[in-house]
């Protein structure tokens, strides 16, 4: 086998590799929202160490009826800000939950209205968040659309350049040189 031929076949299986490891990292990102869950990246330590900072936490939709003092539960804190804590007191009445950060000395200073309940953690992946939430935002989204250009470059090269190849063994080289005219 030749050495360009070794290199071709280290390169493929490299490629491979690759292919499997994004498919499964888009899976793990994005695969749970077809099963009605929805992804959060865990961005402060409030809840370590059940969920850890750089997680990737999996909520599944409940309802408020369903859930109990001891329950970790994901709301919305703002209107775009989402938390996750846990449940110490539920007020059924004036419809709130109480909650606190695990690593918390103390409970959250305003109650959790029902309405915001975006959920409950069913899964928690370390460190995925980190990478979740690095390509979706820049400078991290512009290296992950040039890696996967650059990505395909590497896998239509090579076919390019044996296609150029098989082309140039089936011309005939001309013995007489160029012909100029005059």
Not at 116 to 144: E, F
């Amino acid at each position: 086998m030749t050495t360009v031929k070794k290199i071709k076949k280290i390169g493929n299986a490299g490629i491979t590799l690759i292919v499997v490891l994004l498919a499964v990292l888009a899976a793990l990102i994005a695969g749970p929202r077809f099963f009605g869950m929805q992804v959060y990246c865990v961005l402060s330590g409030s809840m370590e160490p059940s969920f850890p900072t750089g997680s990737l936490l999996y909520v599944q939709k409940t309802d408020p009826s369903s859930v109990q003092v001891g329950d970790p539960i994901t709301f919305l804190l703002t209107n775009e800000m989402p938390a996750t804590h846990r449940v110490t007191r539920v007020d059924t009445e004036k419809q709130q939950f109480y909650t606190k950060g695990d690593n918390n000395d103390h409970e959250d200073a305003a109650a959790v209205p029902f309405q915001n309940l975006l959920g409950r953690p069913v899964a928690c992946i370390p460190y995925l968040g980190y990478v979740s939430n690095y390509i979706q935002h820049p400078p991290g989204l512009y290296l992950a659309i040039a890696a996967g250009a650059v990505f395909v470059l590497l896998i239509l090269i090579p076919d390019l350049f044996e296609r150029v190849e098989k082309r140039n063994r089936r011309r005939p080289a001309r013995k007489d040189g160029p012909q100029i005219q005059g």
